[in-house]
């Protein structure tokens, strides 16, 4: 199932299925960040998928990782309420906002994962019958 995800357009795809499959892998990436399901990525939750990529590596430290989070956050706010004060609490990013900022990401063709062609018919489990 989670492979299914990374399926590849090919050259029969239509216009509608790639669109179809583009939501598709978007809503996988989303998902992966919103990790208690609501719909709504929570600047703990970014922080904690940054934190995870960016500090296992052992050249950044946590506190860097959470200082990048929060500054990307804050940016995807001001992009997503234009309008926001200083005093206003910005809840997150939600799936359609999620698509907005990677609306420019051709993913298509990058995210996606080639499996080669294999004859089921001739492979066979157990013992053969001669």
Same mark, same amino acid.
């Given at each position: 199932? =989670?492979?299914?995800?990374? !399926?590849?357009? #090919?050259?029969?795809?239509?216009?509608? &299925?790639?669109?179809?499959? !583009?939501? &598709?892998?978007? !809503?996988?990436?989303?998902?992966?960040?919103?990790?208690?399901?609501?719909?709504?990525?929570?600047?703990?939750?970014?922080?904690?998928?940054?934190?995870?990529?960016?500090?296992?590596?052992?050249?950044?430290?946590?506190?860097?990782?959470?200082?990048?989070?929060?500054?990307?956050?804050?940016? =995807?706010?001001?992009? *997503?309420?234009?309008?926001?004060?200083?005093?206003?609490?910005?809840?997150?990013?939600?799936?359609?906002?999620?698509?907005?900022?990677?609306?420019?990401? $051709? @993913? $298509?063709?990058? @995210? #996606?994962?080639?499996?080669?062609?294999? *004859? +089921? +018919?001739? @492979? !066979?489990?157990?013992?053969?019958?001669?």
């Amino acid at each position: 199932m =989670v492979m299914s995800h990374f !399926r590849p357009p #090919n050259l029969k795809t239509t216009d509608e &299925e790639k669109e179809a499959m !583009r939501k &598709e892998k978007l !809503r996988f990436l989303f998902n992966m960040h919103d990790s208690d399901n609501d719909g709504t990525i929570t600047l703990a939750e970014y922080r904690k998928v940054v934190e995870e990529l960016l500090s296992k590596s052992g050249d950044i430290e946590q506190e860097t990782a959470k200082a990048i989070a929060d500054a990307a956050m804050l940016e =995807v706010a001001s992009i *997503n309420v234009p309008t926001m004060g200083p005093e206003d609490f910005y809840e997150g990013i939600t799936f359609e906002h999620f698509e907005e900022i990677l609306k420019g990401l $051709e @993913m $298509e063709s990058r @995210m #996606n994962i080639r499996f080669l062609d294999v *004859n +089921t +018919t001739t @492979m !066979r489990c157990g013992k053969s019958q001669s």
